[in-house]
């Protein structure tokens, strides 16, 4: 079993960063994919970024590209999300998830991933 806490959000201006990040315990995420996902208010949740459970590769939604940077450190047992040049179409609650897997594969599909953290809200004021 793995436990998911995100941290990290709060309000900014548009143009700002925040850092996110999420913090597993449970079981050592050197073996599993994690992915950020989020949900705007009446809004389907949708995929952010993903990454292998290496760090060695990843992918991301084409409305974050160039802005967001996923990245892990298996030592901490922990997920990030660096959010830079941030814009109001951002705000939502941000959600990361894992799940076991075999070297080099990201995941896109909320279907695709086991477990789920709480979420975290991050609003994005114009």
């Known amino acids: 079993q793995v436990q998911l806490v995100e941290s990290g959000g709060g309000l900014v201006q548009a143009g700002g960063s925040l850092r996110l990040a999420c913090a597993a315990s449970g079981r050592t995420l050197s073996n599993y994919a994690m992915g950020w996902f989020r949900q705007a208010p009446g809004k389907e949740r949708e995929f952010v970024a993903a990454?292998?459970?290496?760090?060695?590769?990843?992918f991301y939604a084409d409305s974050v590209k160039g802005r967001f940077t996923i990245s892990r450190d298996n030592a901490k047992n922990t997920l990030y999300l660096q959010m830079n040049s941030l814009k109001p179409e951002d705000t939502a609650v941000y959600y990361c998830?894992?799940?076991?897997?075999?070297?080099?594969?990201?995941?896109?599909?909320?279907?695709?991933?086991?477990?789920w953290g709480q979420g975290t809200q991050v609003t994005v004021s114009s």
């Open positions: 990454i292998t459970w290496s760090g060695g590769s990843t």
């Open positions: 998830a894992a799940r076991a897997t075999r070297p080099g594969i990201v995941y896109r599909y909320t279907d695709d991933y086991r477990y």
